[in-house]
């Protein structure tokens, strides 16, 4: 793996991923309150800002979020959308830092993802175990009794490597990334590397967005009512 | 498919073949040629399976797009790539690990 240069690792070493999600935080706190003390000024809610304002952007964000969780989860994702609305911005935005030279996108290490993922992990079952009451294990046994004995080992298997794959999937997409950009920096100095921070945007949206969904398919799929 | 069967020809000999090579150089220094050779192989071999089943994966996706432009194939379009891309990036993961230990 190319050694990649960025401040936070140079002054905070091994804590880097956590400087860099603090500030992410902070960052989108920030925004929030911003956000939230324009909307708390405005005189009729129902009338957008004439010019592109924080709230107009705070509201398009919301909105857009909201119909993307309305769309994959239906019904039940109605109490989900601030989970998966932070979420969804918080690695993307965590993403995002990457593209800022000097800094390494936190989730370029498994360990902030392995967390965000091992919280859906548990949130699934949780929640199955909520909706379902006991017979939520009824789930790991397959559609046909007789053959429980074969499905509840990978059934195991396919759960316990949800939260594997989701967090190393996000890592090995960004360090990848990262590290393309990089060499290509190296190589040509100049022009060529627009190109890749291009990609890295493209990428840190479409990764932020495959984890966000990946969770809600998750999560929908442990809460459903099956009609059959 | 004469293509893919000549590509395949010519790993298997690259794989036949580098063992001897390797054997041949003698010293300590095969292990490393092999460890840099493993690495370089694993993302090139996952990446060759992964853009075929990812080309299939868009192609019907753009079929279904055309035959109905309303149709919201979009999201589980990209869910699938996602999915099929994991693959290759746990094999960009092993050769990252494999060619740190490339001295």
Redesign the interface.
């Known amino acids: 793996?190319p050694h990649i240069f960025s401040f936070f690792e140079h002054w905070f070493g091994a804590f880097e991923p956590v400087a860099g999600a603090v500030l992410v935080s902070l960052l989108l706190f920030l925004f929030a309150v911003k956000a939230k003390s324009a909307l708390a000024k405005v005189d009729d809610p129902r009338i957008p800002d004439q010019s592109l304002t924080i709230r107009n952007t705070a509201e398009l964000i919301v909105g857009t979020l909201r119909d993307f969780v309305m769309?994959?989860m239906g019904h039940d994702g109605k109490k989900f959308i601030p989970f998966f609305g932070t979420m969804f911005v918080f690695i993307f935005a965590n993403n995002l830092l990457g593209v800022i030279p000097g800094f390494n996108p936190p989730t370029s290490n498994i360990n902030p993802n392995a967390g965000i993922a091992i919280i859906v992990f548990l949130l699934t079952h949780y929640l199955g175990l909520k909706a379902h009451g006991m017979s939520y294990l009824k789930h790991f046994m397959g559609p046909v009794a007789a053959l429980a004995f074969l499905m509840i080992p990978i059934e195991l298997v396919s759960h316990l490597v949800r939260p594997v794959?989701l967090s190393?999937?996000l890592?090995?997409?960004m360090?990848?990334d990262h590290?393309v950009l990089s060499i290509f920096t190296d190589l040509t100095k100049i022009g060529i590397p627009v190109i890749f921070l291009c990609v890295g945007i493209f990428i840190s949206f479409?990764?932020a967005?495959?984890f966000t969904?990946?969770s809600m398919?998750y999560i929908g799929g442990a809460i459903a009512h099956d009609e059959h | 498919m004469k293509k893919f069967a000549n590509g395949l020809l010519a790993i298997a000999v690259v794989m036949i073949a580098s063992p001897v090579l390797a054997a041949n150089g003698g010293g300590g220094g095969g292990d490393q040629g092999m460890i840099a050779l493993a690495a370089g192989l694993a993302i090139g071999v996952a990446a060759f399976g992964g853009a075929l089943a990812q080309g299939r994966a868009a192609a019907a996706a753009l079929e279904g797009i055309a035959r109905n432009p309303e149709a919201k194939v979009m999201g589980p379009m990209i869910l699938g790539l996602a999915l099929i891309e994991s693959l290759v990036i746990y094999a960009l993961i092993i050769a990252f690990a494999l060619s740190g230990k490339v001295g």
Do not use: I, P, W
Request: proline share 0%; net charge neutral.
């Open positions: 793996m769309d994959t794959s190393l999937r890592y090995g997409n360090t990848g590290a479409v990764q967005m495959v969904m990946l398919v």
